[in-house]
T-cell receptor, first 112, second 114 residues
Framework: KAGVTQTPRYLIKTRGQQVTLSCSPISGHRSVSWYQQTPGQGLQFLFEYFSETQRNKGNFPGRFSGRQFSNSRSEMNVSTLELGDSALYLCASSWREGSEQFFGPGTRLTVL | KQEVTQIPAALSVPEGENLVLNCSFT??????LQWFRQDPGKGLTSLLL?????REQTSGRLNASLDKSSGRSTLYIAASQPGDSATYLCAVRAGGTSYGKLTFGQGTILTVHP
């Protein structure tokens, strides 16, 4: 069974640009969560989707948004990038809300 | 607001030693607790998931316990090996009105030297 895949794996952007990251969950999983990992703040929850609905949202500004499609694939978008957005963005999937989460390899975003 | 603390922040042990990693949380209204390992530059690998109604879970050389009333969990690693070197993270999933949100500790960096 294929694991969680994230694309792209690496991304370099400049301040003010926007970016879209993609996550494909494990087949059969309907819940997708997104996290931001930085050396200073550690792992922080961004949002969680289940059956195309956002179920939970972390404490991030409105520049961070996401969506989930009918095939459970998910995208997250960050607009007006800031230097502080440089981080490893991790996606996790689970078959339902609250069940064991399985993580993808992450997308390393660098904002210059 | 849930806060998760992991002690120690770093641990270095010789191969073969048994060790315990600690995780504490401030709000006992949890749904479950999950232990992960993360290798440098990689994503997280799930190790064990304990539901709030359970006391412990075992997988191979790993054993995780949960004491919800005192807000603590431990991860016991038996007969450590160099391949166990990684950062270990515990994550608490909220229950009640905040169902679903996962809060992570800062992690314990484990080094097992031959």
């Amino acid at each position: 069974k294929a694991g969680v895949t994230q694309t792209p794996r690496y991304l370099i952007k400049t301040r003010g640009q926007q970016v879209t990251l993609s996550c494909s969950p494990i087949s059969g999983h309907r819940s997708v969560s997104w996290y931001q990992q930085t050396p200073g703040q550690g792992l922080q929850f961004l949002f969680e989707y289940f059956s195309e609905t956002q179920r939970n949202k972390g404490n991030f500004p409105g520049r961070f948004s996401g969506r989930q499609f009918s095939n459970s694939r998910s995208e997250m978008n960050v607009s007006t990038l800031e230097l502080g957005d440089s981080a490893l963005y991790l996606c996790a999937s689970s078959w339902r809300e609250g069940s064991e989460q399985f993580f993808g390899p992450g997308t390393r975003l660098t904002v210059l | 607001k849930q806060e998760v603390t992991q002690i120690p922040a770093a641990l270095s042990v010789p191969e073969g030693e048994n060790l315990v990693l600690n995780c504490s949380f401030t709000d006992s209204a949890i749904y479950n607790l999950q232990w992960f390992r993360q290798d440098p530059g990689k994503g997280l690998t799930s190790l064990l998931l304990i539901q709030s109604s359970q006391r412990e879970q075992t997988s191979g050389r790993l054993n995780a316990s949960l004491d919800k009333s005192s807000g603590r969990s431990t991860l016991y690693i038996a007969a450590s090996q160099p391949g166990d070197s990684a950062t270990y993270l515990c994550a608490v999933r909220a229950g009640g009105t905040s169902y679903g949100k996962l809060t992570f500790g800062q992690g314990t960096i484990l080094t097992v030297h031959p």
